[in-house]
């Protein structure tokens, strides 16, 4: 039976890619960090108990902050396979928190690759690391394939082109088993909450069944090539199983704009949009045409945008055979019918006394 050992398991990938690994018959293992609150929402589906003799997923406690734990955790699990996803992974977070996210983002990876060096595991682990679109950040060639310049344009990019390059120097220096998937965004409905796809859903099926008042964002002509989580993990394994390491792009090749996302995502649920202006009343509804109210909030600004991205998937598609299943429309679709599900629980707890928050994040 194959180990795997998935940093970032908590997380959106993280899940999914469980889900993928346990179908494939592995023993995962997952690194979590320690919370004051439970934090494993999107895995307590796989939870096994501690005390049962037979488990095939199993978590333990680290942090990619804290070399010691990694290595504790890569000698006693012994992994064929790592998959590295946990990152401080917010974009306009970044800004706030830069050294935080160099530590994670870019030291995290470095400790994750010395793990392996220390304990000569260079001939039997290998190593995926989680690159990002957002290495391209001002584009220099449209769309973007793995050959074309890198540009990054936030404390999050540049720590993940660290990342990016000593994955590549320690392919190159030691012989590990290691590469970059190159993936643009991708989404689900278990999303984080404060990325712009899943705010935008959460916020219009709660505005739909009046538990919000308005949604407010930032700039809604960023441009982004959107797909499916399912879909990028399912490539994230493919990247491991191949003769020789390579870095790939995974990406639709299709873009939208975030004013889109709206747009459709309304009219997935049947509701009217009214960008932010007159004639409308203080909670957000236009009254003649009873359409919610997206409001622009400068606050959702980044000091410096990546104002589109576009990927190129032809090396991922020749090589791998990928190609991505979920369409743009089935996404966003998906994702509008688990928040409404959400919104209508809250709506029944709401109407039992209990308090809802609605977050603006
Ligand atoms: P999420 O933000 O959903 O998950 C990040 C995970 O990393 C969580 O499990 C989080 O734990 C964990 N984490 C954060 N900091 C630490 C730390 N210091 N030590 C240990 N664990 C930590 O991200 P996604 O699942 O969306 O993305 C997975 C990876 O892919 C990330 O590296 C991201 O940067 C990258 N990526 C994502 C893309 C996307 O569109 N989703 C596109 C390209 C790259 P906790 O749950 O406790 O917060
Ligand atoms: P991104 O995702 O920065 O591309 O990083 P995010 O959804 O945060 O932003 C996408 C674009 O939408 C614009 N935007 C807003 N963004 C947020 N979060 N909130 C808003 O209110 C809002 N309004 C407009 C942003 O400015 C941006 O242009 C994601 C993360 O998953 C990274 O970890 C990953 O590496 C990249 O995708 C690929």
């Not at 006693?76 to 590295?84: A, C, F, G, R, T």
């Not at 797909?227 to 990028?232: I, K, L, M, N, S």
Request: proline content about 4%; aromatic content about 10%.
């Amino acid at each position: 039976m194959k180990k795997a050992l998935i940093t970032g398991v908590t997380g959106q990938d993280g899940a999914y890619l469980s889900e993928l690994l346990l179908e494939k018959g592995y023993e995962v293992h997952g690194i979590k960090r320690r919370s004051s609150l439970f934090n494993t929402d999107r895995i307590d589906h796989l939870y096994q108990d501690p005390h049962a003799s037979d488990r095939h997923f199993v978590l333990h406690h680290g942090d990619m902050t804290d070399s010691s734990s990694l290595i504790r955790i890569i000698q006693q699990v012994q992994p064929d396979e790592i998959y590295n996803l946990a990152a401080q992974s917010h974009v306009a977070v970044s800004f706030e928190e830069p050294e935080y996210t160099a530590n994670s983002d870019a030291l995290g990876p470095l400790r994750v690759l010395e793990a392996i060096r220390i304990l000569g595991l260079e001939q039997k682990t290998r190593f995926y690391q989680a690159s990002t679109s957002e290495l391209y950040g001002l584009v220099q060639e449209i769309p973007q394939r793995e050959t074309t310049p890198f540009y990054p344009r936030s404390p999050y990019a540049v720590a993940k082109l660290y990342a990016y390059w000593i994955t590549v120097n320690y392919r190159e220096a030691y012989g590990i088993y290691a590469c970059n998937g190159i993936l643009f965004n991708h989404e689900s409905p278990i999303r984080g909450e404060t990325f712009v796809t899943r705010k935008i859903t959460r916020a219009l099926a709660r505005i739909k069944l009046g538990l919000q008042e308005r949604l407010y964002l930032g700039n809604l002509d960023a441009k982004r090539d959107w797909g499916h989580a399912r879909d990028y993990v399912r490539m994230q394994w493919l990247m491991l199983q191949q003769e020789a390491p390579e870095d790939y792009v995974i990406a639709t090749g299709e873009q939208h704009s975030v004013r889109e996302f709206v747009e459709v995502a309304a009219r997935e649920i049947g509701i009217g949009i009214r960008w932010e202006g007159q004639g409308v009343d203080e909670k957000g509804y236009d009254q003649a045409t009873n359409a919610c109210i997206v409001a622009v909030d400068p606050r959702y600004f980044r000091p410096t945008e990546v104002e589109t991205l576009l990927g190129d998937p032809t090396k991922a598609r020749e090589q791998l055979g990928w190609t991505p299943e979920v369409s743009f429309s089935a996404l966003v679709s998906e994702m509008m019918r688990e928040d409404l599900k959400e919104a209508e629980r809250d709506q029944l707890c709401a109407r039992e006394g209990f308090a809802t928050l609605s977050r603006n994040e």
